[in-house]
T-cell receptor
Framework: SQTIHQWPATLVQPVGSPLSLECTVE??????LYWYRQAAGRGLQLLFY??????ISSEVPQNLSASRPQDRQFILSSKKLLLSDSGFYLC???????????????FGPGTRLTVT | AQKITQTQPGMFVQEKEAVTLDCTYD???????LFWYKQPSSGEMIFLIY??????QNATEGRYSLNFQKARKSANLVISASQLGDSAMYFC??????????????FGKGTKLSVIP
């Protein structure tokens, strides 16, 4: 069965510090990978998605970046955090299909980031 | 423009009763998918049910069913026989075309369901 891991579970970082959140998927190959952010009391906002190693698409311009160094590893980074970066970050994976695709996305447990 | 609308910020339901959570959507695509996710206080997003735009039957998964009315662009979630463990945030989401081999989900703002014993 497939599992998705995220770490750390919680993080408190000062403004201006760097960030690295990691997501790994087990039990599947060539997944699509996604990073979402959820502000308090809000829905999810897609930040980045990836269809393969080194292939990153950004949905929202900001001071965050993403990388996919391995097939089942997805990393969210920042060089200098802002207060507005606080939120709940969720990684998700889905099956990759040739065109379109209506398969559900499965989410990891999330990382709660507080920027102070 | 908002593509997924959930008009109920919060809902209460008596244990063992049924409850309907509303979701309307806006798209010009002919092929699309609608999803419902549950988010308990722990934060994880749990996939509940999926409805494809070409599916003729309403989707059902155990106590969950999706009341899909294509002409009205609504995809309401019905939870039958509510349980205390159903208390959570519920999000409606719609698939949008992404890059090759991918798709993106657009989420509504969610409905907080509270089940009363």
């Amino acid at each position: 069965s497939q599992t998705i891991h995220q770490w750390p579970a919680t993080l408190v970082q000062p403004v201006g510090s760097p960030l690295s959140l990691e997501c790994t998927v087990e039990g599947t190959s060539n997944p699509n990978l996604y990073w979402y952010r959820q502000a308090a009391g809000r829905g999810l906002q897609l930040l980045f998605y990836s269809v393969g190693i080194g292939q990153i698409s950004s949905e929202v311009p900001q001071n965050l970046s993403a990388s996919r160094p391995q097939d089942r590893q997805f990393i969210l980074s920042s060089k200098k955090l802002l207060l507005s970066d606080s939120g709940f970050y969720l990684c998700a994976w889905s099956v990759r299909v040739a065109s379109g695709g209506l398969y559900e996305q499965y989410f990891g447990p999330g990382t709660r980031l507080t920027v102070t | 423009a908002q593509k997924i609308t959930q008009t109920q910020p919060g809902m209460f339901v008596q244990e063992k009763e049924a409850v309907t959570l509303d979701c309307t959507y806006d798209t010009s695509d002919q092929s699309y998918g609608l999803f419902w996710y549950k988010q308990p206080s722990s934060g994880e997003m749990i996939f509940l049910i999926y409805q494809g735009s070409y599916d003729e039957q309403n989707a059902t998964e155990g106590r969950y069913s999706l009341n899909f009315q294509k002409a009205r662009k609504s995809a309401n979630l019905v939870i039958s026989a509510s349980q205390l463990g159903d208390s959570a945030m519920y999000f409606c989401a719609m698939r949008e075309p992404g890059g090759a081999g991918s798709y993106q989900l657009t989420f509504g703002k969610g409905t907080k369901l509270s089940v009363i014993p």
